[in-house]
């Protein structure tokens, strides 16, 4: 598939723009005429430059406003147009993107229309120029891709065709079935966007809130299909308004928009494998439409190819956290109050093992000194590490290095968006994990003590790194995004979009924190969590409790609160209360837990699932917010 | 007029919220039940804490999904309610907010309804509470004030009333009129909330864009002219749901939040003044209703006390506008090469009178060393300084202090929300200021060589403040938002808020700019400028390219573009090629300009307006972010 992108979604000069697209590995671009105009660099510099970072110039856009106007107007476009094609031969350009009018259009009439582009497509023709005509989704009388065509298949020039918009054809829920129907040579162009559901007019919409594949709502697997299947090979380029890449990192918003292509291009043959169509008996390969294949399976195959990825499956569970601090004393001091056992240390790194069963918690002292306690690092297990990582490297993540004795475990390591270090483990059939026998006495530490797995880690995003980090999770590693929610904090609302498998191993919590700057100018820095499940919450909190473990004060309001909501027994309430445990319940089950104080930025997490109850406590999680700000506000007083 | 405010508009916990709104003035506040759960202060300590610091508790809210139910669900809710009804004997609070059903209700049926909340008025009247029903723009069956009302009035219950939330009823355009029909003793309850219009699902308009009045485009005054006019003389209370302000410093935001009540019943006035209904013929004060009054011109007067404001006219004019730096010499060669005159320094202060015609620029030499130089302090005509001082304090603006000897001037002085120093001056009918003679020679500094003035000054806004300097410039200075516009620029969308007079002799635009952070974390600040009007533009530019200005490089791509767009006379382009001319033309005229590099954070404009030409050059905006963004980039590379 030829990749491409616009020099819209982008941050930065043209020049900037362009560079970072070569680094990403576009093998084209589509050029935004007002990155152009406000460019020092002659067009002639842009085609050099073009040509030395290898970078395709596949698209001048847009040109609007241009049909369905009186015959002085038209007039004066084909004027406006003659220049811009004149500027395209310079920069070695051939397709314009044309959009349907909005501005200017005061004539519904599609044999005037149809003129009016068969005039246009003649100039073009004289210079070389491919006009590929795209319906806008508000568009004044052309908002249909199909209505567009069918303009397009009556002119029937050489010069003019199609240019399908993922955005405005999905945004407008248009059947893309019919697709499939248009002549391949016809389509000039392909643009894909994403975006997540929204309720609002389509212009905000498409302006702003544009997101790569992978990072939204829409089925753009399914519309890539209908184009494969059209006979469609050309470029598949990213149209992206969004207001956070365009203030973003271009070099890092570039590898981002990459990554996107690369997932979609698999999706998109997954669909393809998914809905395959046999040859009609009788038919050949290469048979009714020239440009039909089959494979040995006599299945059809078509001209775009579709580059596969190394598969993964879901990850079967966390194998280990880690958290990094240069001052290890109050997190030894939290973990085994919690009930962690301590399993020794490293034996040539300064790190530590904690284990409460399953659930391992690795205490890396190497931070550089008087930097806060973060979580620095996820391992999850996986079938093939080998495969894991060869398939995130293709997806363009960065690999973490990671130096091993001769005699150790290697961990395939790469980064997340957000900095976290992801290795990619060799699961184990019964939950042991070979690496641990590198600490203490050389043992591999079974599950003794108590029992608890990781039940999900909730991870604190910068604003720029959001999205990708949704797609990073969900295409290198698997997890699937969940509707996003909102939960009020005293420092603003908290987005948070859960990342998960299909049977819920792995849970990952992505919270896109707000930024608070008060009359001192603090900034506060959002909290992040890991926690584990027990199948015994009150048990656990009892026996933390005898060990002095901090817990996080709930207030006694809440437990009014909870009690005018779910009149519930007044002893279990009482030890609730007693306990500092937290409660929710659902149609599915109920949901106990409680958090530790915080160190730096971590603190800890004890939940208990009953039934099959499959949220997080969100109707508690405002409790949480407001109580560890509080906290904070008091430690900033004190200080 | 009683003012109030629900906690949920500002940041911080239970405690820090009131303190804020005592300190800004409310006379009572809403208590956001989530608010209070998550507070370790208990009902006890928050009536305490109300009375100490002289805080009504006006509302309770909210109570959710009360009506509308199966019996069983009812008997659940009625038990809830009980709970709630006990909380708020604790609190000393005697009115809870109740909304239409949105989540559980399944049965329409008007008179089920009128029954349950026969039961929640009888349950409430045992506990001696008042239900202020309220009808949510999204509630399943009950979305209509109107609906809510004949539910209230069929209910006919001393405990059961209305409340009126101007968000639920303007975002629906529901007709307001009908609000007089209602009995005041009925009107439990009136929520007041300002937005900008948007088209969008009204659930999340609501929850996020929420803004004080006076920020949005809702016709607020009116709203609450029918309120006044139905007899109500209870609490208006702000609520306002806000991405921003629920980040933003709470004592700031509750400042905010009682300028916009302050001006709302200014503006409530005047609506009823502009709408006086006289009293029939035979009708006596105190006639027909017994909360009917008349004044002495035999007009209506309503329960409500309206206080009103020191008045003040649009400003006539710029007096001057202030840049401070620590190095005055760039900015001293760019004015002088711009072609103005330097009229002396001030006898006692370390400040520069530069001059052209009667466009002044004060250069103020008194900043901490190494800052960059940026825009300080601009002057404005007014007819009365003291009287437009007054009115600026009445609504809260900080007090600028300035040293003055006893033989100059005495500037009233106030702060803007970016800091900016606002001075209200007395304007003079030639145009001349008196206080230019503490400059230089001691003369008058009337206006010798090349005449300009003060087109318009653009100033960049914190994103915490932009909708807060909307309303200060709004009720201190009677400036007029117009709608916004979206600026693309390299390094994201630059949101525009032109605020000006009606005559247009004040232009003032204000520009919420992107923040932007590059790998290297270099945070970029927005640059602020002072556009200058001449009436032959291309003199102007040619005097200062002899005198060796720096002007800002226009791409030669630009011109091209003009020239497809606009089709210009050969010559007059190359002019503009030639001279770094910016060119702009719409129905009502044309527009020339051209910018200076800039210094620190601040360059200068030069314009031309010919025709009735009433923009900005709004499509140029793009290069000129373009060109400095490139120049920024070049000027990091060479340090």
Known sequence: MRTGIATVCLSGTLKEKMQACAIAGF????????????????????RKMAADLGLGLDLYQPFRDFDSVSEDILQENLRRADAKFKLMSRLGMDTILVCTNVGTATIDDDDLRAEQLSRLAELAGDHGVKVAYEALAWGKYVND?????RLVDTVDHPNLGTCLDSFHILSRDWDTAPIEAIKPEKIFFVQVADAPKLSMDVLSWSRHYRVFPGE???????????????????????????DVFRQSDVERTAVDAMRSLIWLEEQS???LDANAVSLAPGETPGGARGDSLANAAGRRRYPMELATLPKVAEPAGFNFAEVKTDDPAQLETLLGRLGFEFDGRHRTKDVQLWSMGHARVIINEQAPSHSE????????????????????????????????????????????????????????????????????????????????????????????HFDEAVLFYTSALALEPQPFAEVPSPSGLVRSQVMQTSDRAVRLVLNLAPVIQQGNGTRKSY???????????????????ARGLEFLQIPANYYEDLDA???????????????????????????????????????????????????????NAPVRHAVQYDSLQAHHLHR
């Open 27 to 46: 093998d084209g671009i589509e050029i935004f005429e007002q990155d152009l105009v406000t460019s020092p660099l002659s067009p002639e510099d842009v």
């Open 145 to 149: 891709y199909e209505h567009a065509h």
């Open 216 to 242: 939204g709502q829409f089925e753009l697997a399914k519309f890539m299909g209908h184009v494969a299947r059209a006979g469609y090979s050309g470029p598949v380029s990213l149209e992206v308004f969004n």
């Open 269 to 271: 043959a997954k669909w």
């Open 373 to 464: 306690p973060a979580i620095a690092a996820l391992g999850f297990d996986v079938d093939s590490p080998v495969i894991a990582s060869a398939r995130a490297q293709q997806l363009k993540a960065p690999v973490v290095p990671r130096k091993v004795q001769a005699d150790e475990e290697v961990f395939q390591g790469i980064a997340a968006p957000d900095s976290t270090e992801i290795f990619l483990c060799q699961g184990s059939p019964d939950g042991t994990a070979a690496w641990t026998r590198e600490f203490g006495e050389g043992l591999e530490h079974p599950s003794m003590g108590a029992q608890a797995v990781i039940d999900h880690v909730n991870l604190a995003q910068p604003w720029q």
């Open 527 to 545: 909290q992040e969590h890991i926690a584990f499940a027990v199948t015994d919450l009150v048990a656990t909190a009892r026996a933390a409790q």
């Open 565 to 619: 909501r779910f009149a519930l027994d007044p002893a279990f309430l009482a030890t609730l209360k007693e306990l500092n445990l937290l409660y929710d319940r659902d149609a599915n089950g109920e949901f106990l837990h409680f958090y530790t104080a915080t160190v730096g930025s971590v603190f800890f997490e004890m939940v208990e699932r009953r039934g099959n109850y499959d949220g997080y406590g969100a109707p």
